[in-house]
């Protein structure tokens, strides 16, 4: 059984940083690229940004590149989004998720439960 845990989501001002943090229980981390999606009500879950198992391959969704970076520590366990330069339609619940298969551009089969990052203008 494989567990991600979402944290970091408030409340900011626009302009300002988050960093998000899923830490991921259960099997071998360094098996899974990971990625970070967000939903909003009404809206089908996007794709935010993505590593693959190593690290050493990020892709970006074309509305956070320059600003979200993603990272991982394998030791750890632990995967980041760091998010700078928010604005208010960065506001969703934001879900990490684990790629089963270990391919960056395969299917994403274990998620978290989601963290708000709201951003006030």
């Known amino acids: 059984q494989v567990q991600l845990v979402e944290s970091g989501g408030r409340l900011v001002q626009a302009g300002g940083s988050l960093r998000l943090s899923c830490a991921v229980f259960?099997?071998?981390?360094?098996?899974?690229?990971m990625g970070w999606f967000r939903q909003t009500p009404g809206k089908e879950r996007e794709f935010v940004a993505a590593?693959?198992?190593?690290?050493?391959?990020?892709y970006y969704s074309d509305s956070v590149k320059g600003r979200f970076t993603i990272s991982r520590d394998n030791a750890k366990n632990t995967v980041y989004l760091q998010m700078n330069s928010l604005k208010p339609e960065d506001t969703a619940v934001y879900f990490c998720?684990?790629?089963?298969?270990?391919?960056?551009?395969?299917?994403?089969?274990?998620w978290g439960q989601g963290t708000q990052v709201t951003v006030s203008s």
């Open positions: 259960g099997r071998t981390f360094s098996s899974y690229a």
């Open positions: 998720a684990a790629a089963g298969s270990g391919d960056i551009k395969g299917e994403y089969t274990y």
């Open positions: 590593i693959s198992r190593s690290g050493g391959t990020k």
